[in-house]
């Protein structure tokens, strides 16, 4: 494949050209079981003069798609074969420089390429994960937020619960792309006992696409509202479905 802005000779199809430092590939679909995963390549046709992404509404295309397989291991060999697998696939999605991953498939190799790559993660659990990230990027245009998560958190209530245990998730939430704040709200402490330890949960979006993040620690519960670039409630509910698996990867539902 030839780079789609120079025409410089890539490697493999949808690679950043090091000739024009130019990115081919807009969006990876990684599609992963236990012991192989599908990156696909994304990207629409590129911009005329005056700046990349120009045209949102511009038809999307696949460039191509690679395999990476694995041999699971068994007991204490598990965590550094996983380890190798994720790393392979991070090689293959860093090579790429894309905007954005959409993933979905094994959960536990979804986790640790998240660890290892530092891209915009998003879940997708279609029957056709390609085809519905292609209409899913169609049909959206949300502003990035680059804001570290931890400056991206204020209000007048400044306790949380489950000290460590709550920041991080709440840091877990504020972490996403498309989250401008998290502000959190007062403890309720007369709610039903749970021993099930911290759990957190994003609730329905509101008609501005802003959603509210449940923390619940034993009996107290705290309702934090998070404020993100959505500007409606359609837009919202696709990142309240982002920040919920993102919870369940870090372990926190």
């Known amino acids: 494949m030839e780079c789609r802005h120079c025409a410089s000779p890539l490697e493999k199809p949808g690679d950043f050209c090091l000739v024009c430092r130019e990115a081919n590939t807009e969006a990876i679909v990684l599609e992963a079981a236990r012991d192989r995963a599908t990156i696909t390549m994304l990207a629409g046709e590129p911009d005329e003069p005056g700046g990349r992404g120009a045209d949102r509404d511009r038809e999307e295309q696949v460039l191509g798609e690679t395999t990476i397989t694995t041999t699971p291991e068994d007991g204490e060999n598990e965590p550094i074969e996983l380890r190798n697998f994720a790393g392979l696939i991070g090689d ?3 090579r790429k420089r894309p905007e954005e991953v959409y993933a979905g498939g094994e959960r536990a190799v979804i986790r640790a390429v998240r660890e290892d790559v530092h891209h915009p993660f998003y879940r997708v659990d279609d029957d056709d994960p390609v085809q519905a990230v292609l209409e899913r990027r169609g049909n959206r245009a949300l502003d990035v937020v680059e804001t570290p998560p931890a400056e991206k958190i204020g209000g007048s209530h400044s306790t949380l619960i489950g000290g460590r245990t709550g920041m991080s ?7 996403h792309p498309h989250v401008k704040k998290v502000i959190p709200g007062p403890i309720d402490a007369g709610g039903k006992g749970s021993q099930s330890g911290m759990r957190a ?12 993040m449940l923390l619940r620690d ?3 519960v705290q309702e934090n509202r998070v404020v993100t670039t959505a500007r409606d409630r359609e837009m ?5 479905d982002d920040l919920n698996d993102v919870l369940a990867d870090a372990e926190f539902r």
Do not use: F, H, L, M
């Not at 919202?236 to 309240?240: A, L």
């Open 201 to 212: 949960k994003v609730t329905r979006a509101d008609d501005g696409g802003n959603v509210r």
């Open 169 to 175: 998730a709440i840091q877990t939430v504020a972490g």
């Open 92 to 94: 293959e999605i860093r």
């Open 218 to 220: 034993g009996s107290s």
């Open 236 to 240: 919202g509910e696709r990142i309240r």
